[in-house]
């Protein structure tokens, strides 16, 4: 079992930045994907940023040019730089993270979520 820890969000002012980091812990063998989403009320869970299997980045394009998203392979975390926040920013964000466990020589295929954090932009 893989569990993701989820930290950094809070309130900040338009303009303002934050960075969101998620931490996972188990038997991790191998990682495909990292990514961040974000649930806003009454809307559904969207992606904001991730990484593919080959390592390249995608960002959805509310946020391009102002989210930077990135890695620590050593610590298996991931994080979200968040910068020239806006108030439609405001959203409970969540990570995903997949890959494979290995456990007494047993792998098999994981499919994580963070408990999720809430970022609040003030006008």
């Known amino acids: 079992q893989v569990q993701l820890v989820e930290s950094g969000g809070g309130l900040v002012q338009a303009g303002g930045s934050l960075r969101l980091a998620c931490a996972a812990s188990?038997?991790?063998?191998?990682?495909?994907?990292m990514g961040w989403y974000r649930q806003a009320p009454g809307k559904q869970r969207e992606l904001v940023a991730g990484?593919?299997?080959?390592?390249?980045?995608n960002y959805a394009d509310a946020v391009k040019g102002r989210f930077s998203i990135s890695r620590d392979n050593a610590k298996n975390t991931v994080y979200l730089q968040m910068n020239s926040l806006k108030p439609e920013d405001t959203a409970v964000y969540f990570c995903?993270?997949?890959?494979?466990?290995?456990?007494?020589?047993?792998?098999?295929?994981?499919?994580?979520w963070g408990q999720g954090t809430q970022v609040t932009v003030s006008s």
């Open positions: 995903n993270i997949r890959g494979v466990i290995g456990v007494l020589g047993i792998r098999r295929r994981f499919d994580s």
């Open positions: 188990g038997s991790i063998f191998s990682i495909n994907a």
């Open positions: 990484f593919t299997s080959d390592d390249s980045t």
